[in-house]
């Protein structure tokens, strides 16, 4: 009897739920339309956290102990002179015109001071790990040394841990497979349909990409939506994680790009690939730049097709910054529409630490956060003017999404996460002190002698990485299932 | 995850650190933050291939000898407090600090000890004397191969000649001094430290 009244109980439950799912989440997000259920969630949050970082406030204040804040202004001040500058003014003169090569010993307090500085703060490796908050929000993994927690605090973020273990994660987990699974289904049977029914193909992309984002909770907030990307151009965007697709994916429909993948994610492909054209390459191809370069001319050429979704930085920065752009992606020679994404990382940081993560872990921990908020802001087209080489232009649509976005704008190489810095930098320091040694004999454009890598260099390399720079990043471990690409280490 | 940097760096230690180098509470704390996240195998010491996973350092042409005058002697580790130790150097000078006991002993950042970090650099086999050999490796560290042999050792010899005074051929760490007395030590082997 007891277990029949049991049985029925769970019957009752999983339909209320799956009925409630159903309501507020799954036909909104068929229909396009939301009930502002996500933003109420954020703003109630935002004071719950404000009120945490008071309590711990006041507990350090009590114990008279000092509130750790964590180096949003830096550690140290850095003053921006080059090479030449600061040795002469060690050396104390400025003659410029010299016979016999003129060494001093103080010139080492430069390379001695710069490196020092590296050590203590420098602009590349602290863009590889997650941004350090200003005050607690709550989440375990987000604690550096918030170490004030009194007993009410703690007895909040108990609460937290149950409501998004208990309730969210297996909500959201319900809708992403869901979600994918109506992406299989629809896209299959879409596919059926003769060649060039594109209405529905939209229709049903956006549906599944409106349920996954809702199973992150994801809150985006979309700005200039006049100058969405159309047809016959390439998106290009910063990346942070994986979870950028969909982002975008959400509000417009975009051909990706990518290597062809075995497991769920090859099925997912492959079904993706019946209902609208996407770009996937077979591992062999992606090393022939050319045949990358046709493939994705023929593409945007054909005015009826989507617009191509890339993101030239070729791994996953933490959104502080944008690194370089590789060049692949911006010789094609149609129309850039620039992207800026920007997340609060208030709610869950959203960037993927490779090196920390695999994949589903890192979604597990997307899944238990409070939720993604993002901007997306879409940037006026751009085309490449006259005398502008790729590289240049390329550079000039970073600076356009890093001011946007409000990130740093970093001529530093994205790969540089894994791989090596390449000795022709350190050369090109090598050969500007010798300039001030032996004078100038060639008047080079000496404005770029900070520490910091020279572009032209990068044009040795064009043929591996410029094809990594046209497929969506991803990191190279076999058991991650997102939309790959060739990682800068596996040359 | 989780609380990296407060809970292995105790109160007392702080005040340790802050009572040897001089620096305030709060930047040892951030100085630990950036150790820890430069700590890649996460057991509390640096070894030389975390520095040199630092790109601006890799492309520093001395970015070997400034990383090898963190390790001591003979070691291959280098934990927290010796890597603050070595970051005092670079402390600016404070007036203050002169009028304070006169007994203790020369700060890390005097001018001398800021002398003798750039001296050591120098040193390649710390026997304390700068040899013709040793200041001609270091030399070509600097211009890498846009300079020739010939040319680089009469810089070297030049600069030996200019600096030896009691004419063994090598730069002691006295003769090192009085070649630098009118530069302006203090401010160029400093780093500001934001509170």
Known sequence: ????????????????????????????????????????????????????????????KEKNHHLYKPYSNGIIAKEPSSLEQEIHELRGSANSLR??????????????????????????????????????????????????????????????????????????????VTGVGLLLVLTTMVGFLPNGETYLSEKVHLICYRICVRALTAIITYHNRENKPKNGGICVANHTTPIDVIIL????????????????????????????????????????????????????????????????????????????????????????????????????????????????????RMMSSWAIVCSVW????????????????????????????????????????????????????????????????????????????????????????????????????PEHIVLTHESVSEE | ??????????????????????????????????????????????????????PELAINPLGDRIINAFFPEGEDQVNFRGFMRTLAHFRPIEDNEKNKDPTASEPLNSRTNKLLFAFRLYDLDRDDKISRDELLQVLRMMVGVNISDEQLGSIADRTIQEADQNGDNSISFNEFIKVLEKVDVEQKMSIRFLH
């Open chain 1, 1 to 60: 009897m007891i277990s029949l009244f049991l049985c029925m109980c769970l019957g009752i439950s999983i339909t209320v739920w799956f009925t409630l799912l159903l309501v507020f989440i799954i036909v909104p997000a068929i229909l396009g339309v939301s009930f502002g259920i996500r933003r109420l969630y954020m703003k109630t949050l935002l004071v719950i956290f404000e009120w945490a970082t008071l309590r711990m406030e006041r507990g350090a």
């Open chain 1, 99 to 176: 016979s016999e090569p003129e060494f001093e010993m103080a010139d080492i307090f430069y390379f001695c001071r710069r490196g020092v500085e590296s050590i203590v703060d420098d602009e590349v490796t602290k863009r590889f790990s997650a941004q350090e908050l200003e005050s607690w929000n709550l989440l375990t993994r987000s604690n550096y040394n918030f170490r004030h927690i009194s007993v009410r605090l703690s007895a909040l973020w108990g609460l937290g841990v149950l409501i998004r273990y208990g309730f969210l994660l297996p909500l959201r987990l319900t809708l992403a």
């Open chain 1, 249 to 364: 994916a959400n509000d417009g429909c975009y051909s990706m790009v990518g290597q062809v993948h075995g497991g769920l994610m090859g099925i997912i492909q492959r079904a993706m690939v019946k209902s609208s054209p996407h770009i996937w390459f077979e591992r062999s191809e992606v090393k022939d730049r050319h045949h990358v370069a046709k493939r994705l001319g023929d593409h945007v050429a054909d005015k009826t097709k989507q617009p191509i979704l890339i993101f030239p930085e070729g791994t996953c920065i933490n959104n502080t910054s944008v690194m370089m752009f590789k060049k692949g992606s911006f010789e094609i020679g149609c129309t850039v529409y620039p992207v800026a994404i920007k997340y609060d990382p208030r709610f869950g940081d959203a960037f993927w630490n490779s090196s920390k993560f695999g994949i589903v872990n890192y979604l597990l």
């Open chain 1, 378 to 477: 879409y940037l006026p087209p751009m085309n490449r003017e006259e005398g502008e080489d790729a590289v240049q232009f390329a550079n000039r649509v970073k600076a356009a999404i890093a001011a946007q976005g409000g990130l740093v704008d970093l001529l530093w190489d994205g790969g540089l996460k894994r791989a090596k810095v390449k000795d022709a930098f350190k050369e090109e320091q090598q050969k500007l002190y010798s300039k001030v040694l032996v004078g100038d004999q060639d008047q080079d454009d000496l404005s770029e002698d900070t520490l910091v890598p020279d572009e032209r260099i990068n044009e040795d390399d064009i043929d591996t990485d410029s094809v990594k720079g046209l497929c969506i990043q991803c990191e190279p471990t």
């Open chain 2, 1 to 54: 995850m989780g609380s990296r940097a407060s809970t292995l760096l105790r109160e007392e230690e702080i005040e340790e650190i802050k009572k040897e180098t001089g620096f305030s509470h709060s930047q040892i704390t951030r100085l630990y933050s950036r150790f820890t996240s430069l700590d890649k195998g996460e057991n509390g010491t640096l070894s030389r291939e975390d520095f040199q996973r630092i």
